[in-house]
């Protein structure tokens, strides 16, 4: 018999893969991700074109460890033809943030742009989440 030893690191990587596929429920879909560590991290996330019929609607998740107090924001440029249309967003909270994307669905797409910013020191995550 052939044992399989893992190291911390790959186990820990397993666990996590493991526990974000049962985790998510289906018609869900991760668009775009990014992270930051430091004092006041910042992280950005730029989507391409998101057109309006992939997703009913997108959300912006925000996490941060240790929990602290975090800025949000988001803009939404969409364009139609030859038309251009931009909404934003902002909100402050302590993390764990839901933000929905305010996106106008007459247009033919939309890129988003997300940014979260800490008030302290520690790690931020931004996902970008589709819901079909």
């Not at 560590?37 to 959300?59: I, S």
Request: aromatic share 6%; glycine share 8%.
């Amino acid at each position: 018999m052939k044992w399989i030893i893992l190291s911390a690191a790959s186990t820990a990587a397993l666990a996590t893969i493991s526990a974000v596929a049962l985790a998510a429920p289906r018609g869900f879909s991760l668009i775009r991700a990014g992270s930051a560590t430091g004092p006041r991290a910042d992280a950005l996330v730029v989507t391409p074109k998101v057109p309006r019929t992939t997703y009913a609607k997108v959300t912006m998740e925000v996490r941060s460890n240790p929990r602290q107090q975090v800025v949000a924001t988001y803009v939404s440029t969409c364009k139609s033809g030859t038309s251009y249309g931009r909404l934003s967003g902002e909100r402050i909270g302590r993390s764990p943030l839901s933000i929905e994307v305010r996106r106008d669905t007459t247009w033919d797409y939309c890129r988003i742009v997300a940014e979260a910013k800490l008030a302290g020191k520690g790690r931020v995550t931004v996902l970008l989440i589709g819901h079909r």
